[in-house]
């Protein structure tokens, strides 16, 4: 069992990440391939797992489903029909359970959408924040909690790409006192 995941996820300003099921900002190469590399980077013989909601699965063009390299499992109170595609699960901790018993899987990432990033942000399993950082603010109507559970670990990159600067930082939990009730998270 796998007791730790990770976020990867990319916000404005204001911790917009969407409109209308869509990215609002125009299409950031170098974003995107570090979703696919932080998501899909695993040792010869094993996958990583990207956990998604099912709007967020159904955002993705379906050329491009399952995400290629990793074990798709997708999050629904509703019946899918994803055949062979990806697991289906009926919450965030079945989607982690599912995943993180796999044999073949070495890394858990919930990669989205806002109310799986609001669980996911707030789980005792979860151990950082991988955000890409909009230098800009969009029209939104889809959003990230505030990072208040965590610091800011490192900043790993920064572009400027489509006339938008952006950032990839690394936000790591907050380790939890010892004696105010909480247990240690994982990873910390």
Not at 180 to 187: E, I, K, L, Q
Request: hydrophobic fraction near 40%.
């Amino acid at each position: 069992m796998i007791e730790a995941f990770d976020c990867v996820v990319a916000a404005d300003r204001q911790g917009g990440i969407g409109r209308g099921g869509d990215l609002p900002w125009p299409k950031l190469k170098d974003d995107l391939r570090f979703l696919r590399d932080k998501t899909s980077a695993a040792p010869a013989g094993k996958q990583n797992a990207v956990i998604m909601g099912r709007k967020t699965w159904e955002s993705v063009p379906a050329r491009f489903r399952p995400l290629p390299g990793r074990v798709n499992v997708v999050i629904s109170r509703q019946e899918l029909a994803l055949g062979d595609a990806a697991l289906a699960a009926g919450s965030l901790d079945e989607a982690l359970a599912r995943a993180g018993q796999r044999a073949d899987v070495d890394a858990l990432f919930v990669i989205g959408g806002a109310e799986i990033f609001r669980q996911a942000f707030d789980h005792p399993r979860c151990r950082d924040v991988y955000l890409t950082r909009i230098e800009a603010t969009y029209a939104c109507d889809a959003f990230i909690p505030a990072l208040d559970d965590y610091d800011l670990a490192e900043t790993l990159e920064s572009h400027h790409d489509a006339g938008v600067d952006f950032r990839m930082e690394r936000w790591r939990r907050k380790p939890r006192l010892l004696g105010d009730g909480a247990t240690p998270r994982p990873g910390t």
